[in-house]
């Protein structure tokens, strides 16, 4: 059932599944990096990572830059 799931995704955004969902973490990680004060460890844990060093590596590889410049860049 799954790759029924993972097909319809990818007909309907031209993207994989996958990738559909880390550009939904990405989006709300920005959000919480640019309207919060929050540590990047508590928005590690609030988006379901467990590991920050491994949110950031991944955080980096999707935008070219560390959640904490991210951060200093794009403070209203």
Request: charged content about 25%.
């Amino acid at each position: 059932a799954s790759d029924v799931y993972k097909r319809q995704v990818k007909n309907a955004t031209g993207i994989s599944a996958k990738q559909y969902i880390l550009n939904k973490i990405l989006i709300e990680s920005k959000r919480l990096l640019t309207y919060t004060d929050l540590p990047i460890s508590a928005i590690t844990e609030a988006l379901g990572y467990e590991d920050p060093s491994y949110f950031i590596r991944l955080f980096r590889s999707q935008t070219n830059m560390t959640p904490l410049n991210y951060r200093r860049n794009t403070k209203p």
